[in-house]
């Protein structure tokens, strides 16, 4: 073994290639089974994958006309625009699920490399900055990622990229191409994720103010990068306040969004390990820290004299992480870091504390690549014995590859029968099912909406379920379908209103058969009638001349008979 | 499904919708209708194979050792995943004299095991871990000196 080292280390373009083949082949397994059939395949445990498939195939325009019809909908509260610049350009080449899977694919293998590399630039050589590359890349908030289905968080190079650069921008004589990376590094953050902006920043300005305090960076450089940082950021947050609610609609209460914290919140217990039971319901939230890297950076903050900085910021963000309330197992619950925070009306959009853990994955990564660097010469096998052990955290501590599962999406045929014009969706209401499912029947039409290319009536990004034209068209449909179906046609016919999409499994026996009889004697036969994606879909046009989207527009402002 | 009170039930049955055909099976605790499944463990499982559907009508009722049938649960349930375990507990602390009976979904681990996996047994091992590379990494890192500090 101590015959690859002894010609010295090999160049940086070996390193580089190296590490990403190691990376691109865990990657593969880590999503396995996406990359056997990656254009039309899902592999999320949740939901959100299904809305994800709509919002890349969105052309770039802040209002899409693809849903919330017929105003359309507002994108300007997107997590990613990221993605979405992905998605403009993959779509049309892939279709709508190659944006994701790409993300899904290349994401940790960019991701660990840019944090391999990140490692190197704090001190580290090659190859222990492979434990940061593993740490921060297949970890277990991208594992999250990547089950719940928001895979363009995987995609992250942009926050070891920003880290990596600040040695050499924090300098008093500052390298100003290194001061450019932190502020591009910090824009990607923020177009790639919130949460990620979060995390970014978490790292960033106690970095900076901590050096300039201790006179090590020029005042020029540090207020420089926090103009440049504050002027790029204003439009994203301008973009988030111009349309929408100021709190989530209908989870707007304190105790809301306390409780809306604490779920999403790491716990102790859960920093450990993740179970099959964290995939069962809605989210698949394990927070599981990479245990290699951890213990690394604890013992190197009393052996090492490593970055304590960074071992610090790492510290904090897992403090953060265990949200408004801290539960010691057997001793009792005691406020957390973010308890003020909880209390603002504004924080029901933060409801994820968990997310900022990266911080914690990237900073203990950098942290045991460098210890792992000054015990190597001195222990190769020991060193090597770590690195596999760090491989065991990326894959079994994560639990990314046993997690997964296919998940086919293709779009059920009747769908392809539909007539040019907006698409209503006909399921029950969430009175009938829980928000949980009515969030999945939403994500999985929305979807079809990006393989068919008709406009629908709900909204799609939002998550205000109950309150748009679907719903408000749905529930007066039921009514009218009961109750005598005389003028069904004409009303949806004069709100632009094309074709219904019947979804009969997903009501109750007696009345599914009821509804199908309503709408034959309003709309007539079924135009199409399918059974091949999932589930049953019986596909009506709606007789007789259908307004224009301007037309719609007015007939929508009156409210329905 | 699982249910900690024999004394209550004797027996538990499913119907399964998909794709509007219902399908109504027995489950059982012999230990034949699964592979590697173990007998008498408490946990009666069944299985189907059908066309993929993306959702599940399910209803799962317990008879009672009087002979009576009381429902456990109804609902519809995602089955987006083309190999979908639904695994259910009795939570139910009485009999249902005493109470509504009803039974919540709980995670398994099937194939490895159709038992509800309990929730201590990874932290346990992953505290294992832990302990395992707390004493390598301590081995060895006392003393050492970075490349580095900032």
């Given at each position: 073994m101590n015959a690859l080292f002894a010609s010295g280390p090999p160049s940086t373009r070996v390193q580089i290639v190296a590490s990403l083949a190691l990376y691109s082949v865990l990657s593969v397994i880590w999503s396995w089974p996406l990359a056997s059939d990656p254009l039309n395949m899902l592999v999320c445990r949740q939901v959100d994958g299904f809305g994800q498939t709509w919002f890349v195939a969105q052309p770039l325009r802040l209002i899409s006309q693809s849903s919330s019809f017929p105003e359309g909908e507002w994108l300007n509260r997107s997590d990613s625009f990221i993605i979405w610049?992905?998605?403009?350009?993959?779509?049309?080449?892939?279709?709508?699920?190659?944006?994701?899977?790409?993300?899904?694919?290349?994401?940790?293998?960019?991701?660990?490399?840019?944090?391999?590399?990140?490692?190197?630039?704090?001190?580290?050589?090659?190859?222990?900055?492979?434990?940061?590359?593993?740490?921060?890349?297949?970890?277990?908030?991208?594992?999250?990622?990547?089950?719940?289905?928001?895979?363009?968080?995987?995609?992250?190079?942009?926050?070891?990229?920003?880290?990596?650069?600040?040695?050499?921008a924090l300098r008093p004589d500052p390298d100003r191409r290194a001061v450019l990376l932190v502020v591009v590094g910090w824009s990607g953050a923020l177009l790639t994720s919130a949460y990620i902006a979060i995390t970014a920043s978490l790292m960033l300005v106690p970095l900076m103010v901590g050096s300039w305090l201790r006179q090590e960076t020029r005042t020029r450089t540090l207020f420089g990068v926090l103009s440049c940082i504050g002027v790029i950021g204003a439009p994203y947050v301008g973009l988030f306040a111009l349309h929408g609610p100021s709190t989530r609609a209908s989870q707007g209460t304190l105790l809301y969004t306390y409780g809306?914290?604490?779920?999403?919140?790491?716990?102790?217990a859960g920093l450990l390990a993740w179970s099959p039971g964290s995939d069962v319901m809605q989210h698949s939230m394990a927070p599981v820290i990479p245990m290699t890297v951890t213990m690394l950076a604890i013992f190197a903050a009393s052996g090492v004299r490593a970055s304590r900085r960074l071992i610090a910021v790492g510290v904090f963000a897992v403090l953060l992480s265990l949200g408004p309330e801290v539960d010691l197992p057997g001793i009792g619950r005691f406020p957390g870091l973010l308890a003020p925070i909880a209390q603002l009306p504004a924080a029901s959009f933060f409801r994820f504390p968990a997310r900022i853990l990266p911080a914690a994955f990237l900073a203990f990564g950098v942290v045991g690549a460098q210890a792992l660097t000054v015990v190597a010469p001195g222990a190769l096998r020991w060193a090597v014995l770590a690195l596999f052990a760090a491989v065991i955290d990326a894959i079994v501590g994560s639990g990314a590859p046993f997690r997964t599962r296919p998940i086919p999406f293709p779009l059920p045929s009747a769908y392809t029968y539909a007539p040019p014009g907006a698409l209503l969706e006909l399921f029950p209401d969430r009175s009938v099912?829980?928000?949980?499912?009515?969030?999945?029947?939403?994500?999985?039409?929305?979807?079809?909406?990006?393989?068919?290319?008709?406009?629908?009536?709900?909204?799609?990004?939002?998550?205000?379920?109950?309150?748009?034209?679907?719903?408000?068209?749905?529930?007066?449909?039921?009514?009218?379908?009961?109750?005598?179906?005389?003028?069904?046609?004409?009303?949806?016919?004069?709100?632009?209103?094309?074709?219904?999409?019947?979804?009969?499994?997903?009501?109750?026996?007696?009345?599914?058969?009821?509804?199908?009889?309503?709408?034959?004697?309003?709309?007539g036969p079924p135009l199409a009638e399918s059974a091949d994606a999932g589930e049953r879909v019986v596909l009506f046009a709606v007789p007789g001349v259908v307004a224009s989207r301007s037309e719609a527009v007015n007939a929508w402002q009156e409210a329905l008979p | 499904?699982?249910?900690?009170?024999?004394v209550v039930y004797t027996g538990f049955s499913?119907?399964?919708?998909?794709?509007?055909?219902?399908?109504?099976?027995?489950?059982?605790?012999?230990?034949?209708?699964?592979?590697?499944?173990?007998?008498?463990?408490?946990?009666?499982?069944?299985?189907i194979t059908t066309d993929y559907s993306a959702w599940t009508d399910l209803s799962i009722s317990?008879?009672?050792?009087?002979?009576?049938?009381?429902?456990?649960?109804?609902?519809t349930v995602r089955t987006s995943e083309t190999d979908v375990v639904l695994a259910f507990q009795v939570r139910s602390m009485a009999?249902?004299?005493?109470?509504?009976?009803?039974?919540?979904?709980?995670?398994?681990?099937?194939?490895?095991?159709?038992?509800?996996?309990?929730?201590?047994?990874?932290?346990?091992?992953?505290?294992?871990?832990a302990a395992l590379i707390a004493v390598m990494v301590s081995l060895k890192l006392s003393g050492a000196q970075s490349p580095g500090r900032r």
């Open positions: 610049g992905i998605g403009a350009v993959l779509t049309p080449l892939g279709g709508p699920m190659a944006a994701g899977s790409l993300c899904a694919l290349l994401g940790p293998a960019l991701t660990g490399l840019a944090a391999d590399r990140c490692a190197v630039a704090w001190g580290a050589s090659w190859p222990w900055s492979i434990v940061a590359g593993l740490a921060f890349g297949f970890s277990s908030m991208a594992a999250n990622a990547l089950l719940e289905g928001h895979t363009y968080a995987i995609l992250d190079p942009w926050t070891p990229l920003m880290l990596g650069a600040l040695p050499a809306a914290m604490r779920t999403g919140s790491a716990t102790l099912t829980s928000p949980e499912f009515m969030l999945y029947l939403i994500g999985r039409t929305c979807g079809y909406a990006a393989l068919h290319g008709e406009p629908v009536l709900q909204e799609c990004l939002s998550i205000s379920q109950g309150t748009d034209h679907r719903h408000l068209m749905a529930g007066w449909l039921f009514g009218r379908i009961f109750d005598g179906p005389d003028d069904i046609a004409v009303n949806l016919a004069v709100r632009g209103v094309a074709s219904v999409a019947f979804h009969p499994d997903l009501f109750l026996t007696g009345e599914r058969d009821l509804i199908r009889a309503g709408l034959e004697a309003a709309l | 499904m699982a249910s900690p009170y024999d499913a119907t399964v919708s998909r794709l509007g055909t219902a399908y109504k099976m027995v489950l059982s605790d012999d230990g034949r209708a699964l592979r590697d499944d173990k007998p008498y463990d408490g946990v009666y499982v069944g299985e317990g008879t009672l050792r009087t002979g009576e049938t009381v429902t456990l649960y109804t609902g009999p249902p004299a005493h109470g509504p009976p009803q039974a919540a979904r709980v995670a398994a681990a099937w194939p490895e095991s159709a038992a509800p996996v309990p929730e201590g047994l990874p932290i346990l091992g992953a505290f294992l871990w």
